[in-house]
């Protein structure tokens, strides 16, 4: 349960800081994926099932907001966290690496999704374009916030692990 | 490295695939439902409205004043030096200003003249503040704090400085998403003042980069329409208020077609510093009534 209202609190913190916090420390008008970093760690942390309800719920979350048709982003995050899942078995908390490849090609899936189904499907061909000035910054970007970002993730989940244990054992 | 923790599941938990069917097709219901119904998710609006908006207010309170604060702090070195070249700018200003003074008599009586000023200080307008923008790159949408609580409603037109920013296209009790005519899949028909020739601005994301909207669609055959004309909202849009200013034309090319041309409009809002919004309280439809 403290679990669950952790997770809750994170979806809702990297939502809001993406949408006030970031948007105001954007470069040349990209900002970070935060509910991206979110989507992808709890997929590996926590498998394929909490990936894809964290996905869902970041996705969403952007629709009720952002998108135009409710649903869409929810169904992309929810493909990406359960993706994320299936590496869960060779998930080990201090290695960096493994997150920040996933969070890279999941970003670019992400990213490029949205190419495709939101603009090349409009007549918008001009792929190096959108590659040079939208996809490959905002995964630099997302890259580089996950540095920062991923650790408290980690350890905001250890520690809800050890409540967890602690509860069980009095159970 | 320390092994990986595996809990027991519940009693009632779903094997992931099927998760991921339900969830599948949740989304797909839900998009469908938004496709083929004009239903806005107002109850899902309404709940995150609560949970959500309160916190986007206060960030975006507490970046404005720690942002404030350091534009302060920076600010005050160069104000000082500032301050001695404005006092000599007072001199030359009033004299200007007598001269301005003029000119706005004028003014006045030309815009009597063109019956331009009833357009935009007739209509009731709310002030909001831009408390978030859009999560993604692709789009530029963002949400402002007053809501159906405040009189808002969908379709209502967003000005500041003086132009058009956008509509409102979804709202909640405390907030409203607005939709910026530079966005990518923006279009608003548009009008040359000084011809009445109608085309469309058509939002671009590879223009934007330029700080341009392009147009298209303009049907001027006997090439009156010049750069630097305005560009305003046409009579004929059903969700824009007419005469809005959009921009200034700063290119203009014949289509190969050679019956229409398109073209760059430079807008008249700074979309990159947007902070606060005028929201009109009326929307076309109400206005034809």
């Known amino acids: 349960m403290k679990r669950n209202i952790i997770l809750f609190l994170v979806i809702l913190c990297g939502f809001v800081l993406q949408t006030t916090l970031f948007q105001a420390l954007n470069f040349g008008g990209i900002s970070p994926n935060i509910l991206i970093i979110i989507t992808v760690s709890y997929g590996f942390m926590r498998g394929k099932k909490y990936g894809m309800i964290v996905g869902f719920i970041c996705g969403l979350l952007m629709d009720i907001f952002y998108g135009d048709v409710l649903g869409f982003y929810a169904l992309v995050y929810l493909y990406i966290g359960a993706a994320n899942g299936v590496f869960h078995s060779i998930f080990y908390q201090d290695d960096i690496k493994l997150p920040l490849v996933l969070i890279l090609a999941s970003d670019f899936a992400y990213s490029f999704t949205c190419y495709v189904l939101l603009y090349l499907l409009r007549r918008r061909f001009d792929l190096i374009f959108y590659f040079k000035n939208i996809i490959i910054p905002e995964i630099v970007y997302t890259v580089f916030v996950t540095v920062f970002i991923y650790p408290c993730i980690l350890l905001l989940n250890r520690s809800a692990d050890d409540v967890e244990r602690g509860d069980n054992k009095v159970v | ?289």
């Open chain 2, 1 to 289: 490295m320390s092994p990986v923790i595996k809990r027991k599941r519940d009693k009632f938990s779903i094997p992931s695939k099927y998760l991921l069917l339900i969830l599948t097709c949740i989304c797909v219901a839900l998009m469908a439902v938004t496709f083929f119904t004009d239903y806005s998710a107002s109850p899902l609006n309404k709940l995150v409205g609560y949970v959500v908006v309160p916190f986007q207010n206060g960030v975006s309170r507490v970046g404005t004043w720690i942002s404030v604060r350091m534009d302060e702090l920076g600010e005050l070195r160069i104000v000082l030096q500032e301050n001695q070249e404005l006092k000599q700018q007072i001199d030359e200003l009033t004299v200007q200003n007598t001269q301005l003074q003029q000119d706005k008599y004028e003014l006045n009586y030309l815009r009597e003249l063109y019956k331009l000023d009833e357009q935009y200080s007739g209509y009731e307008k709310v002030g909001a503040r831009i408390i978030a923008r859009d999560s993604g790159n692709w789009f530029h949408a963002f949400t402002i704090n007053k809501g159906t609580d405040d009189g808002l409603a969908i379709d209502m037109n967003v000005i500041a400085g003086g132009g058009l920013v956008g509509r409102i296209v979804d709202i909640g009790p405390n907030w409203a998403k607005v939709d910026a005519v530079i966005n990518d899949n923006a279009n608003v028909s548009g009008m040359v003042l000084a011809s009445s020739d109608n085309l469309v601005v058509q939002g671009s994301l590879q223009l934007m980069e330029d700080g341009v909207i392009g147009f298209g669609q303009l049907n001027d055959s006997q090439n009156r329409v010049e750069v630097g004309d305005k560009v305003v909202t046409s009579n004929i849009s059903d969700k824009y208020l007419p005469s809005i200013l959009i921009g200034y034309i700063s290119e203009i090319d014949q289509d190969a077609n050679n019956i229409t041309k398109s073209g760059k409009i430079t807008p008249a809002v700074d979309f990159e510093h947007l902070e606060e919004v005028l929201v009109i309280l009326k929307t076309k439809q109400q206005i034809k009534d």
